[in-house]
């Protein structure tokens, strides 16, 4: 039992880190003036959401989101602020005054949509006695629902990222040969 | 099988520190080879065939001014080595090295942790690591750093797309993402090298342009960029870049002598990790033959290499593995 308890408290400590750092992290992404700082707080949001997957025991989403976003994509972002360099001389300032009302009333207006649809929908389920079964977050499980009950929504995405894909192409290949129509000097 | 937490704990601390003494005598081994290669001796003074060398080395440098250039940026500097060296060491939590054992009362899993995304995990932590490199480029705020962490960033990021597919065939053939499944299966039925050559020849290159090794050490290529992203960095925290390279290298050692020939199970004897410490030694001398034999590409060589001849290789033996697993079973 004490084993049990010493388990508990641990997905405790482990879960507020990770809720206070998701938190932390997001402000800093806004805060930061340096957009490579504001680039690697992202990261930090990002690993700090897999560690809630984890805790969620979603094993396969939290080492894809780790994988996918926080590894592949921000390197990108990293690579080209970077390579572009950070615009010091000219920090944002902040926009006008009704953007940051406007913010605030559409952040408000969605943490009252989460509490209403928490409360509303999951009741007395929000407990640790709801017992998950072994197979669940597997990548085999995972696999199996892509391919039965979303296999809809899943080739729909693969599409959309194949247009994407033949777009990023095609405004290469565009920018290049405009280029070289230019006669260099 | 479950085992208690604290011989997890206890087997990761000895694991740690046994790749650790692995990393020493790699540098040991490669120098004591290329020299070799080259008709000299290599290290030889520091102890019988030079083998106090590496501590040498390492007292060299722990004993070095830990120097910081004026421009960088302070806690990222100091960060990016810790994040490299980090990455390197916990990948290979998940990679099994024996068949498990009953020691006294308890059982005792051939491996750090046993989960069913190991393969996964082990390419999120090389993404991770990638950052190592972008971070210390950028905050060490010179040119040739800069430019060193750019290439490291372009060469991981498109080598990387061909690691993960050149495996996917023997996940497609193993049936599973966890390492240990996969051995196991190897020892039943056949080693994966014979039905998945070309996975393992991409497997192959792609990890040598990972661990960014000659022929593709094109991020630290010192008679064009001085050193690459660590131009910057000196005494141990240089140490830390180099030590997280060498471990990259044993890691990837290590995980493609399980995903391709078995893990810990041998022809003959039972021996276990014996037969997976062998195997791992023999990939990493190939790597250090090949640093001897083949002279670095060049950058547009290295991308169409990776981009047209490796990643078409992969996908077309994800797909034909795919088609003859279904049509086998």
């Known amino acids: 039992m004490i084993v049990a308890s010493v388990g508990n408290v641990l997905v405790w400590a482990v879960w507020l880190g990770a809720a206070f750092a998701c938190l932390g992290s997001a402000v800093a992404v806004v805060s930061f003036t340096n957009p490579f700082y504001s680039a690697l707080a992202l990261i930090g949001n990002l690993g700090s959401l897999a560690v809630l997957y984890l805790l969620l025991s979603s094993e396969f989403v939290a080492a894809a989101q780790v994988l996918v976003y926080a590894g592949a994509v921000m390197v990108m972002f990293l690579f080209v602020i970077a390579y572009i360099g950070p615009r010091t001389e000219s920090p944002w300032t902040g926009g006008p005054t009704w953007q940051t009302i406007g913010a605030v009333l559409a952040a408000g207006a969605i943490l009252v949509e989460i509490v209403v649809a928490i409360g509303l929908k999951a009741g007395g389920s929000l407990s640790h006695s709801h017992h998950v079964d072994g197979a669940f977050g597997t990548p085999s499980y995972i696999g199996r629902l892509f391919l039965t009950d979303h296999l809809l929504a899943f080739e729909i995405t693969s599409i959309v990222l194949l247009v994407a894909a033949i777009g990023g192409v095609i405004l290469g290949a565009h920018s290049r040969t405009t280029a070289d129509e230019v006669p260099s000097l | ?329």
């Open chain 2, 1 to 329: 099988m479950r085992e208690p937490w604290w011989i997890s704990l206890i087997k990761a601390g000895v694991i740690v520190n046994l790749i650790m003494l692995a990393f020493a005598y790699t540098t040991w081994l490669e120098r004591k080879l290329l020299g070799r290669m080259q008709n000299r001796f290599g290290p030889n003074r520091a102890g019988p065939y030079g083998l106090l060398q590496p501590f040498a080395d390492l007292i060299k440098l722990v004993r070095k001014e830990s120097f910081f250039p004026v421009a960088a940026r302070h806690p990222l500097y100091i960060a990016a080595p810790i994040i490299s060296m980090f990455t390197a060491l916990a990948a290979f939590a998940v990679i099994p090295f024996g068949a498990g054992w009953q020691i006294w009362h308890y059982h005792v899993n051939g491996e750090i942790a046993n989960v069913s995304i190991a393969l996964i995990l082990i390419f999120a932590l090389g993404s991770i690591g990638v950052y190592g490199a972008i971070i210390g480029g950028w905050a060490s705020q010179s040119k040739f750093s800069l430019l060193g962490s750019m290439r490291t960033c372009a060469q991981l990021v498109s080598y990387e797309v061909s690691l993960a597919l050149s495996v996917l065939g023997v996940v497609l053939m193993g049936q599973s993402l966890n390492l240990v499944d996969i051995v196991n299966k190897q020892g039943a039925t056949i080693w994966f090298f014979i039905p998945q050559l070309a996975g393992l020849l991409v497997f192959f290159f792609a990890m040598i342009a990972e661990t960014s090794r000659p022929p593709f050490d094109l991020p630290e290529a010192d008679t064009e960029l001085v050193a690459g992203y660590h131009t910057e960095y000196g005494g141990m925290r240089w140490g830390l870049f180099q030590t997280a390279e060498y471990i990259n290298l044993i890691t990837l050692s290590a995980l493609a002598v399980t995903l391709f020939f078995a893990g810990w199970h041998g022809p003959y004897a039972p021996l276990g990790p014996l037969w997976f410490l062998l195997k791992v030694f023999i990939f990493v001398s190939v790597f250090i033959w090949i640093r001897a034999s083949v002279p670095r590409l060049r950058y547009d060589q290295l991308m169409r290499f990776g981009w047209k001849i490796l990643l078409p290789v992969a996908t077309i033996n994800a797909v034909v593995t795919a088609l003859l697993v279904v049509w086998i079973s």
